[in-house]
């Protein structure tokens, strides 16, 4: 039997990924993202929101017939319509969304408490008669009464529901928060705890990683963390992070992802930034001079992140910041052996191709740069 991760990746790149404005996937889409998590290993998926009609549903259904490894989860409101929608699709478990916090009970529901705690008495215990597995939705938990919030946490697990999922929906919390209310929460309930954490503040990861220390037993996830607003806590950064600093361990590798990503870059129409912490194009490439001499001597001197974690490695290129050793080393690579003062005098050449095109020299570059060097000077003709 396999043994349960120390934290469970319930990743939503379909569901609140796809949430992010504008972003629509086509089935085919969805079918290559969702085989593409469960290659890596990611062991559950949230595939979509059946409420929204047949096609949803239909779609959900294809996820459902691929025959992955990883549980498949649905959304949908706390009420008995978005219920109905959930029969018959696959999937193992909903997520019964009800909103928490005053604010939204009230102003946007038009409703109370009580309202609350009965709605999930009656639904958690309708979808577990279904053959659902259930985690209510603590929609906007972190502006929720934390008192309140004990007792919502109290009434779904007798209700039936194994899940709690703790909604940043806003993206208002920060981590030392995060801690303390996941602690409180952890320490209240048996149920699982779910972080869902959205960046609006830039902080998504580093709350989902408060939240794992505070006792959170599952995280929501998305692909280059695309979704709604500033989007959600990136899965790449999220299991890395998780790994590297805490050594909690989710069972995904992250060796195939910059495919993934790519996948979900051009199927969300949304470029990932070439500076995007893990995936971006450009945070494994390196120009400054002094960088690149540490680097040549020893990786580990300017090495946070090993790169072949992703399947990736770091790129030494020639800019205007660059040092005499990166040119004897790119001129190595052509075949031709430097001396210093040669590769001084190629260095400032660099340099002004640098300033005035804003790029790095291509071989061909590099190549006539040196044969202009090379080359015999012309004898000079005296006029008469
Ligand atoms: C924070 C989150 O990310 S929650 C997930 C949000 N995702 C989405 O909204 C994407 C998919 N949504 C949809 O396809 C549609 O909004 C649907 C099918 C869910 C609902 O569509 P409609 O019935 O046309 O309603 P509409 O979207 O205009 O308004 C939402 C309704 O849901 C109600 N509602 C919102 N959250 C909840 C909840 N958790 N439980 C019960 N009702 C809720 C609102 O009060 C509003 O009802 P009202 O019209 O009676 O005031
Ligand atoms: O209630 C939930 O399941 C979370 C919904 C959500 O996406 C959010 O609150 O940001």
Same mark, same amino acid.
């Given at each position: 039997?396999?043994?349960?991760?120390?934290?469970?990746?319930?990743?939503?790149?379909?569901?609140? $990924? &796809?949430?992010?404005?504008?972003?629509?996937?086509?089935?085919?889409?969805?079918?290559?993202?969702?085989?593409?998590?469960?290659?890596?290993?990611?062991?559950?998926?949230?595939?979509?929101?059946?409420?929204?009609?047949?096609?949803?549903?239909?779609?959900?259904?294809?996820?459902?017939?691929?025959?992955?490894?990883?549980?498949?989860?649905?959304?949908?409101?706390?009420?008995?319509?978005?219920?109905?929608?959930?029969?018959? #699709?696959?999937?193992?478990?909903?997520? *019964?969304?009800?909103?928490?916090?005053?604010?939204?009970?009230?102003?946007?529901?038009?409703?109370?408490?009580?309202?609350?705690?009965?709605?999930?008495?009656?639904?958690?215990?309708?979808?577990?008669? *279904?053959? @659902?597995?259930?985690?209510?939705? $603590?929609?906007?938990?972190?502006?929720?009464?934390?008192?309140?919030?004990?007792?919502?946490?109290?009434?779904?697990?007798?209700?039936?529901?194994?899940?709690?999922?703790?909604?940043?929906?806003? $993206?208002?919390?920060?981590?030392?928060?995060?801690?303390?209310?996941?602690?409180? #929460?952890?320490?209240? !309930?048996?149920?699982?705890?779910?972080?869902?954490?959205?960046?609006?503040?830039? *902080?998504?990861?580093?709350?989902?990683?408060?939240?794992?220390?505070?006792?959170?037993?599952?995280?929501?996830?998305?692909?280059?963390? +695309?979704?709604?607003?500033?989007?959600?806590?990136? @899965?790449?950064?999220?299991?890395?992070? %998780?790994?590297? %600093?805490?050594? +909690?361990?989710?069972?995904?590798?992250?060796?195939?992802?910059?495919?993934?990503?790519?996948?979900?870059?051009?199927? !969300?129409?949304?470029?990932?930034?070439?500076?995007?912490? %893990?995936?971006?194009?450009?945070?494994?490439?390196? &120009?400054? $001079? +002094?960088?690149?001499?540490?680097?040549?001597?020893?990786?580990?001197?300017?090495?946070?992140?090993?790169?072949?974690?992703?399947?990736?490695?770091?790129?030494?290129?020639?800019?205007?910041?660059?040092?005499?050793?990166?040119?004897?080393?790119?001129?190595?690579?052509?075949?031709?052996?430097?001396?210093?003062?040669?590769?001084?005098? *190629?260095?400032?050449?660099?340099?002004?191709?640098?300033?005035?095109?804003?790029?790095?020299?291509?071989?061909?570059?590099?190549?006539?740069?040196?044969?202009? %060097? &090379?080359?015999?000077?012309?004898?000079?003709?005296?006029?008469?």
């Amino acid at each position: 039997m396999c043994s349960q991760p120390a934290l469970v990746i319930d990743d939503t790149t379909l569901r609140d $990924g &796809e949430q992010s404005a504008g972003v629509a996937f086509s089935n085919v889409e969805r079918a290559a993202i969702a085989r593409g998590l469960d290659g890596l290993g990611v062991p559950e998926l949230e595939v979509g929101i059946p409420a929204m009609g047949p096609e949803e549903r239909e779609s959900i259904r294809m996820i459902a017939a691929l025959g992955l490894r990883a549980r498949l989860l649905v959304w949908a409101r706390m009420r008995g319509d978005d219920l109905a929608a959930c029969r018959d #699709l696959g999937v193992w478990m909903v997520d *019964l969304s009800i909103p928490v916090s005053d604010q939204q009970i009230g102003r946007k529901l038009g409703r109370d408490r009580g309202w609350v705690l009965a709605c999930i008495r009656r639904h958690v215990a309708e979808a577990r008669a *279904l053959g @659902l597995e259930v985690g209510v939705g $603590g929609e906007d938990a972190s502006r929720a009464d934390p008192d309140f919030l004990c007792q919502v946490l109290e009434t779904a697990q007798a209700a039936g529901a194994r899940r709690f999922r703790f909604a940043d929906t806003v $993206g208002i919390l920060e981590p030392f928060g995060v801690l303390e209310r996941f602690r409180r #929460l952890a320490a209240a !309930s048996d149920l699982e705890l779910e972080m869902h954490a959205h960046d609006d503040l830039g *902080l998504a990861t580093a709350n989902t990683l408060a939240a794992a220390l505070g006792g959170a037993t599952h995280a929501n996830t998305t692909v280059n963390g +695309i979704g709604e607003r500033a989007g959600n806590a990136a @899965l790449e950064e999220v299991v890395l992070a %998780l790994a590297q %600093l805490h050594g +909690i361990d989710t069972g995904v590798d992250l060796k195939a992802f910059p495919a993934l990503s790519r996948l979900v870059e051009t199927a !969300s129409g949304r470029p990932v930034h070439w500076q995007k912490s %893990l995936v971006g194009e450009g945070v494994f490439t390196h &120009e400054a $001079g +002094i960088h690149v001499d540490g680097l040549m001597k020893d990786p580990a001197n300017y090495q946070g992140v090993d790169p072949a974690l992703l399947g990736r490695e770091h790129r030494l290129v020639l800019g205007k910041h660059s040092g005499s050793g990166a040119v004897i080393q790119a001129y190595a690579r052509l075949g031709i052996p430097l001396d210093r003062e040669r590769a001084l005098l *190629l260095l400032s050449r660099v340099r002004r191709h640098a300033c005035a095109h804003k790029r790095a020299p291509t071989p061909s570059e590099l190549m006539s740069w040196y044969r202009a %060097l &090379e080359a015999p000077v012309a004898p000079t003709v005296a006029c008469s």
